[in-house]
């Protein structure tokens, strides 16, 4: 098979010529490709059938035990000028990033199959999607896009219409990480990937395309590429909001996306469904407002910590036709991880014997579920709506154990966008590198944005402009602690209470504390019936430490300054107002 995109086919043959694999297949989709594909990964031992009875259609992959994560200092934004990548990306010479990743790919795919994946990011129909070929050596990645997007016939014929895509090549290599590059071309939207199979260094359509690519492409086209999941809110009275939230990677995004509501919110009539749990793509529409799509088909969730306690929805979702990566495994062959419940597996996600007493996860830190949207019952229909759904508010949240107090909102949107840019948050299993050091992660995008944080914060800025109705900005914090180092607010369902008083705020229903930091909640203003919420925690939840503020503050403008002249100036006058009124 060919396309009738004459780039396309040209594009495949020069990459054919190069890694010289001994098939090529052009994937289509459907139901018995997917079937074959599983067989052949069956025969090969890369895929593993998992209980049949309990967990229908569902498979376990075990990676290389040095290929578990993304690898952030493998990572490169190639543009022509060094600062269009910005202190935020490692940069590398276009010219110099394709010769080093040609020798990779030579002849790479010898007595492999070539696939051509054709994917949108995207509902099918929407102007808001965007398409893409990835080119991959790997089975497992054509099953886990095939999840992730919309893949297949459906998508070529989108690309053919249009004539335009984003190339990109990925080849597992020999998945030595000395060998491993993921390289990004944002000017030219390419991407080429080689030497790791896992899900955000190989599923080019997730941080890759949708997120470093898409952030370069929405900065020239108008519009936002975010590392956010996207939620519907329905109050008893049947009205329903959107709100767009980002988190750094393994920071309870989809948990929060799949929430279910407190016993007495239920009963009330409130319900939240799920848009998507990862990435959020928004544009103003003609009224004003921020039109927000999940271009994701899929989840590609964390593991570890999901439970019936945690996340019913998504234990739910992933019961059958899910695809498992270094879970481990329990006697009667289900896939297990810490959190789930209280058995012990038998099997560790290397494949060996679990110890117990070792003391070490049976499951991977980061291993992962891949999974069907279709399949999670809080999926909204509105999440497949050509449009896209109106965002009433945006949330910042990052994981801090001291300062950082439950709620603040900004108090307009330029204060917003510097609670944005000032995000910090304590480091997860999610990339490689040391766990629990806090860093500061704009946005949630430090290992996202495909362009210089200077340029994306002026971006963000420049939204706001006569004629929009943005939404309202918000800071959450759920990992606050205490001095015995416990969490202090229960997070989960339990957060239901914060977006309640979002959405109160939205309406204009209740009033707040102005603060140099941005709008505290009264507390009388939060719902917290059924809490048993200490003075320690209410003092730490509610309030805020000027003192703990003013160094954070002046640790934010030091963080403006290392981007140098091309930082915003309203954003530094914001910094330094917030400053002076803390000093
Ligand atoms: C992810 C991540 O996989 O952020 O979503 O690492
Ligand atoms: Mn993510």
Redesign the pocket.
Known sequence: MTSQLPALNQWVEEIAELTQPDHIHWCDGSDAENAKLIEQMLADGSLLKLNESTHPGSYLHRSHPDDV??VEHLTFVCTTERDDAGPNNHWMAPDEARAKMRALFTGCMKGRTLYVVPYCMGPIDSPLSRCGVEITDSPYVVANMRIMTRMGQAALARIEREGQFVKGLHSTGDLNPERRFIMHFPESLEIQSFGSGY??NALLG??CHALRIASHQARSEGWLAE?MLILGIENPQGKKHYIAAAF???CG?TNLAMLIPPEGYVRDGWKITTIGD?ICWMRPGADGRLYAINPEAGF?G?APGTSAKSNPNALASIQRNTIFTNVAVTDDNQPWWEGLDKRVPVTDWKGNPFNAEAGTPAAHPNS?FTVSAKQCPSYAPEAEAPAGVPISAIVFGGRRASLVPLVFEARDWTHGVLIGAAMGSETTA??TGAVGVMRRDPMAMK??CGYNFADYFAHWLSFDKAGAKLPKIFHVNWFRKGDDGDFLWPGFGDNMRVLEWMLKRVAGSVGSQETPIGHLPNPADINLDGLALNDEAMQKLFDYDRQGWAAEFASIGEYLEEYGPRMPEALKAEQQRICGQLN
């Open positions: 994560a993304r899900g955000g997730k941080k590392h750094p990677s393994a995004k990862d590609f964390v992962r999610a990339a290992p996202f």
